[in-house]
């Protein structure tokens, strides 16, 4: 039976020889009080907008009757 380690190995062999190469990225931590404390702060800027007010006014007139939601 072959290793964890030979089976990573082998996988990314694979997945090399299809032309794909790792990449990793790195995305907020949504859990992290800093990060829900940004998005708080950035509700409230854009709830006070009298630009976003209007924005959101001019979204909620548009005709969707007949559009495909699928």
Known sequence: MATS?????????KM???G??????WVPDVNA???RAQIAHDIAVINASESEKEILRELSDIDT???NWE
């Not at 380690?5 to 062999?13: F, L, P, S």
């Not at 794909?20 to 990225?25: A, R």
Request: hydrophobic content about 35%; proline content about 8%; cysteine-free.
């Open 20 to 25: 794909l190469k790792p990449v990793t990225i």
């Open 33 to 35: 009080p800093e990060y």
């Open 16 to 18: 090399k020889a299809a």
């Open 5 to 13: 380690a030979e089976r990573v190995r082998k996988h990314r062999q």
């Open 65 to 67: 009757d007949g559009w």
